[in-house]
């Protein structure tokens, strides 16, 4: 019971100051936009988007927006040390990183709530033919994203030039995340759709996310420990 | 960290493994300037030609590499769980050395594929993997050297995370390009091929270990001296 209350109070401390300042989401949002408007220029021809684009675009600027909104919110925890109080406070270490990752989610969430819409709408991609299995997509390719960057973004804190490790960290480990939401998303969106083959990348979701969020959860005290 | 330094001094036994070190890279000399012969008087591959040859070092090599991410990887927990500094230096020599093997992979590989295939790449669940592999070790290894203090314990993190990638990377690039031409191929190779191939990989694995060796033993003299130079400091 400890242990939810705990996550609890980290990521309503986490909602709250954004609630105030609201400034990672907007600045998010804004740069989530922009990357999917980039890509259109690149890869819309003669009015028609290219083949499997849709789903590119929208799990990278998932993964881009995502890198920022990581990199934004353990910044505020370090320019104040605020991390280093919260790691001095006898709390569980395993309940801090989930209350920051939980934090994130709910992020990236209200991000995806307005960018998966409007690649649907730029690229006449039918994203919601099939909610339930695009939601489940979303979902755990975003908690597999999130899980990795939150315990890079962490550790990172108190590394120097911590602004470009974390793309050259996280983007090469997360690369099945990214291949699995692209070709999962595909599958939806092709002109016969392939449910069985979205269910495979669904449960391969499910699975990279068991294992990292359990690999975190076991090295995040050992790394935090300075 | 001074007593670090002072404790560390080599045991017996451990001089003794130093000694083993030039002898084994002797040997490894050896096999390396015989292998060309080993590698001629193996039959020629009935497509290939002699491009096939290429194969008796590639291949090698990137087994070795994927020993050396895996004593990376291991060698890393030992040092978050454990705490040994022993093992992080063995973790990074690992690194640097699994960050070389790979290029040497990636650099045979697209010259066999180009005759081979006809193509430098081909995006399979090999050549992918070891790709991401190799870019992870450079991460690791760009950690290492631009993290500032600290950044042992975060790179050890990394390499471990790398580690466990390996397989959804595999499986992952598999479903999504079924393309590869030769699955199985050393199980499968010509009774002739097979003694050449094995020579080669021992002699890399030879060169592997005496190389990991003195690169681990050149780190902890780094550290030792860093730890003297403190204390002179204080």
Same mark, same amino acid.
């Given at each position: 019971?400890? +242990? ?36 259109? +220029? ?56 989930? @209350? ?32 339930? *299995?695009?939601?489940? *997509? ?28 974390? $793309? ?16 999962? !998303? ?9 449910? $069985? ?30 | ?44 591959? #009935?497509?290939? @030609?002699?491009?096939?040859?290429? +194969? ?71 050549? !992918? #993997? ?50 590869? $031409?030769?699955? !199985? ?5 010509? $009774? ?43």
């Amino acid at each position: 019971m400890r +242990f939810v209350e705990t996550v609890w109070l980290v990521t309503r401390k986490d909602l709250l100051i954004e609630a105030r300042s609201k400034e990672i989401l907007y600045t998010t949002l804004f740069f989530a936009v922009s990357c999917v408007l980039v890509f259109a +220029f690149g890869f819309v021809r003669e009015g028609r988007p290219l083949g499997d684009a849709a789903a590119g675009i929208l799990w990278i600027a998932i993964a881009f927006s995502g890198t920022l909104a990581l990199g934004r919110a353990f910044e505020r925890e370090r320019q104040s040390e605020t991390l280093r109080a919260l790691m001095m406070s006898p709390i569980d270490r395993p309940a801090l990183y989930v @209350g920051k990752l939980c934090g994130v989610l709910i992020l990236l969430a209200a991000v995806e709530l307005i960018v998966v819409p409007l690649v649907g709408l730029m690229f006449q991609a039918p994203l919601f033919a099939h909610p339930v *299995l695009m939601i489940g *997509l979303l979902l755990t390719g975003t908690v597999g994203f999130a899980a990795v960057g939150t315990l890079f973004a962490a550790m990172l804190v108190r590394a120097r030039s911590r602004d470009v490790l974390l $793309p050259v960290l996280l983007y090469p480990i997360t690369i099945p995340v990214i291949i699995a939401g692209v070709r999962g !998303t595909a599958a939806l969106l092709q002109a016969e759709v392939d449910e $069985p083959m979205a269910r495979a990348w669904l449960s391969m979701l499910v699975f990279f996310d068991v294992v990292f969020v359990t690999l975190a959860l076991w090295t995040f005290e050992p790394v935090m420990t300075e | 960290m001074l007593n670090e330094g002072l404790s560390a001094r080599s045991p017996k036994p451990k001089a003794k493994m130093n000694r083993l070190y030039p002898l084994l890279l002797l040997v490894a000399a050896a096999m390396f300037a015989y292998a060309p012969f080993m590698i001629l008087a193996a039959p020629y591959e #009935s497509t290939m @030609g002699l491009i096939q040859k290429i +194969f008796y070092f590639h291949a090698p090599v990137a087994m070795t590499m994927f020993v050396s991410a895996f004593v990376c990887g291991i060698a890393s927990a030992i040092f978050l769980f454990g705490g040994r500094l022993g093992a992080d230096r063995v973790a990074m020599a690992a690194a640097e050395l699994t960050s070389i093997l790979g290029l040497i992979v990636l650099v045979t590989g697209p010259m066999w594929a180009r005759k081979a295939w006809g193509v430098w790449w081909q995006w399979d669940a090999r050549l !992918t #993997s070891t790709l991401v592999l190799w870019l992870i070790f450079q991460a690791y290894l760009l950690l290492r050297r631009f993290g500032g203090p600290g950044s042992d314990r975060l790179a050890a993190g990394v390499a471990l995370f790398g580690m466990a990638n390996v397989p959804f990377v595999y499986w992952s690039v598999n479903v999504w390009r079924t393309v590869h $031409p030769t699955t !199985t191929v050393v199980p499968s190779l010509q $009774p002739g091929m097979r003694g050449p191939f094995w020579y080669c990989f021992l002699a890399f694995v030879l060169l592997y270990v005496s190389v990991l060796g003195v690169r681990t033993r050149l780190e902890k003299r780094r550290a030792e001296l860093e730890a003297l130079y403190l204390a002179v400091e204080e």
